[in-house]
């Protein structure tokens, strides 16, 4: 190669930070000739003037090499040690690729996985793997602290056979220290990116690493278990370094030799001298982004191609961004939060467990309800049922923080009582709002013919599906968080006696309760299993034609037929219906006229208008505004309104159905969204802007038939997913 000596091999290394600065010292210190190219001018000016310093304990040395800013730099690249931050290698490679010898290469001494981003750059044959775990920082122009012994691997990329090139490579770099040749680098950079995730975590708070990582063993442990699942799932075979051992850090781990591996890594950390991570002093002390996002790219990216969930990497790499700017921010209760979350797979699997050994108390008590009546149009049986409800919530949960009955003189009551939060993280302290309708379509006295009934795991009676058994879960979810002392957010149960009829007398005062509450649950029923994240709003309208009677026979063209009308407006209102964009309309009832022999004086149709969307509502309502008739004899009315507004899918909408989804698969379970064309309450809370989880509630079909029934199983597993959300949102 043309970089030469008769003695020593010469390098570049490319970004002199705290890896760089450290590794460049050590092979100038063995007498090669090294060059060190970094785009800050202070630091290049700082080498120039005294040399490259590095720091230990209270001592200070230095050896010259040359130091140049990328432009000021001229001639060919040979050996390449590559060492600036993650997110600047496309850019860093760009600028060597132009200038690298036919038979240089680049190795990158880099946090994450960068080797792709080169190879595409200057060839897999230019390109050479390396993990690296130096202890090191810059602390001020030209003066890198050595934070003591790491380690250091070179291999060939994708587990090739370990080649001359880098047998020659540790020998230079031993020069450092222990530097080995591997054809497993990708074993090591997986599970430095286990190491570097703990790492990251502990720069959500000030202070020590071992201290934090001690403390926060959960999240720790957490963190390395989604990594490890990722990479497992890659088939890597994980690699130990320094003090890490990453097999008792995946998750099937035993929990002894896990907290063994705890206690021997975090007594190491302690001998280090560096004490906190480069990531806490870019955002602490240098003021600048972290390099986290692109760390982790690859990790994020492999997870969701396999379906692995990574709710703590995401929540450490958000918590990171948000401290860009913002340093003071740092907290070790965001580590509590980390914690939390990371318990919240044992957690559901406690809560499944907990209430599966009471299934036969949810069934009971879904007997119970059921045999209530609670018909939507018999106001003594909704207040039995009121009656009912409020002494089997005092068994069930106990008294209240506060409860309100708030009386409607045509409707049922509406109940609602409030339960404060025990335990919860949540830096939103309004209360979730856990909705319901205790009314039912069913006739006073359809239990007489068709009572609550039970045959294995299914359940039938009037009411089961639609929604008795939605609030009994929702019950026995506060029920199970409270027995087993876990966390949870204030919760206000508010459930109405109206909502088959339309909500009239009730929606009023849900807006305004879901206006002070941090999101609703809505305990109807499931669709085939789905959460609801798409409703359609409901126009129910009359159109009325009035024409003119006269007798058919005697004189037919005396009078001006409604019938004759009314059948015209009906093909008009054909041309509404557009099902591409999610809007039908029904003509579901049509009267008119009072004699075959008299011409209509007078016709009624009856429509059902549901869209998917505020603007369809808005084109629909124009079009029926304008109206015209056709024979202008006749006059025609349009009367009625919207009864449910538009629920579409906002994203935090969709948020809140991503965290049931992620709480459904801690359960073992996946769900799915769904959006229907029935409208709930939840339509009302949607539109006033606040997010709602719909259709959390029973499993089964047959809404409002003969055919209505829910299952056992369904009972306690949607009893569990609403206890681990409810979990989760006490998590924030």
Request: hydrophobic share 45%.
């Amino acid at each position: 190669m043309n970089d030469t000596t008769a003695q020593r091999a010469a390098y570049t290394v490319v970004g002199a930070g705290a890896i760089g600065g450290t590794l460049a010292f050590a092979l100038a210190d063995a007498g090669h000739p090294v060059t060190v190219v970094d785009a800050d001018a202070a630091h290049v000016a700082a080498i120039r003037a005294g040399g490259l310093v590095v720091a230990r304990g209270g001592t200070r040395s230095s050896v010259p090499v040359t130091a140049v800013t990328p432009d000021e730099f001229e001639g060919t690249l040979g050996r390449v040690l590559l060492a600036v931050k993650a997110q600047a290698t496309g850019t860093a490679v760009d600028w060597i690729a132009p200038r690298l010898a036919p038979d240089g290469y680049v190795v990158s001494l880099q946090n994450g996985f960068n080797e792709a981003v080169i190879a595409e750059r200057v060839g897999a044959g230019r390109t050479v793997a390396a993990f690296v775990n130096i202890f090191a920082d810059v602390v001020e122009p030209g003066v890198v602290l050595d934070g003591g012994a790491g380690a250091l691997v070179i291999g060939e990329p994708d587990g090739a056979p370990v080649s001359a090139r880098v047998r020659d490579l540790v020998a230079d770099l031993q020069s450092w220290g222990p530097a080995v040749a591997s054809d497993n680098v990708e074993g090591y950079l997986w599970a430095k990116a286990g190491f570097g995730a703990m790492l990251a975590a502990t720069a959500l708070a000030d202070a020590p690493m071992a201290d934090l990582i001690d403390r926060h063993r959960p999240a720790m442990a957490g963190l390395t278990g989604e990594i490890f699942a990722v990479a497992d799932r890659l088939g890597v075979t994980l690699e130990p370094f320094d003090a890490f051992e990453p097999l008792p850090l995946r998750r099937a781990a035993d929990p002894a030799d896990r907290d063994g591996a705890f206690d021997r890594l975090t007594a190491w950390l302690r001998t280090q001298s560096k004490d906190r991570s480069g990531i806490w002093r870019d955002l602490a002390v240098r003021n600048r982004p972290v390099e986290v996002t692109t760390h982790y790219a690859d990790v994020f990216a492999h997870a969701d191609r396999a379906g692995l969930p990574t709710p703590l990497l995401r929540a450490v790499v958000d918590g990171l961004r948000g401290l860009e700017g913002a340093p003071q921010g740092m907290a070790e209760s965001r580590l509590d939060v980390l914690d939390r979350l990371a318990l919240a797979p044992e957690r559901a699997t406690t809560v499944g467990r907990w209430l599966d050994e009471h299934r036969e108390e949810l069934v009971a008590d879904l007997a119970d309800y059921t045999s209530v009546g609670s018909a939507s149009d018999d106001p003594d049986a909704l207040d039995a049922c009121l009656v009912w409800l409020r002494d089997w919530l005092d068994r069930r949960l106990g008294a209240p923080d506060a409860e309100e009955i708030l009386p409607r003189a045509e409707a049922g009551d509406i109940l609602v009582r409030r339960y404060p939060a025990r335990d919860s993280a949540s830096s939103d302290t309004r209360p979730v709002l856990l909705l319901g309708h205790y009314d039912t379509v069913w006739p006073t006295g359809t239990l007489d013919t068709w009572p609550f009934a039970r045959d294995g795991d299914r359940i039938t009676g009037p009411g089961v599906f639609d929604m008795k058994a939605g609030l009994v879960q929702a019950v026995w979810a506060l029920r199970a968080l409270d027995a087993l002392g876990l966390p949870r957010p204030a919760c206000t149960l508010m459930l109405n006696g109206d909502e088959e009829t339309g909500s009239l007398a009730s929606s009023g005062a849900i807006v305004d309760e879901a206006r002070g509450s941090r999101l609703a649950m809505v305990f109807e029923a499931a669709a085939d299993g789905a959460v609801k994240t798409a409703r359609k709003g409901v126009g129910l309208f009359t159109l009325t034609v009035t024409g003119s009677e006269a007798h058919a026979g005697l004189d037919p063209t005396a009078g001006a037929s409604a019938v004759d009308e009314l059948a015209h407006q009906i093909l008009r209102l054909g041309d509404l219906r557009d099902h591409a964009a999610g809007t039908s309309l029904n003509v579901g009832v049509v009267e008119g006229g009072t004699r075959s022999n008299v011409t209509a004086g007078r016709a009624v149709a009856r429509l059902d208008v549901r869209v998917a969307s505020e603007a369809e509502r808005l084109r629909v309502t124009r079009a029926l505004a304008e109206l015209t008739p056709v024979d202008a004899r006749t006059r025609v009315e349009i009367t009625g309104d919207w009864n449910r507004p538009v629920f579409e899918r906002t994203a935090r909408v969709a948020a809140l159905a991503e965290l049931a989804r992620r709480c459904a698969g801690l359960l073992g379970h996946d769900l799915a969204e769904a959006s229907v064309g029935g409208a709930s309450d939840g339509n009302f809370v949607a539109a006033a802007g606040v997010p709602v989880l719909d259709g959390i509630g029973a499993l089964g079909s047959g809404a409002h038939a003969r055919s209505e029934n829910t299952s056992v199983s369904g009972l306690v597993g949607r009893a569990a997913l609403a206890a681990t959300v409810l979990g989760a949102l006490a998590d924030d």
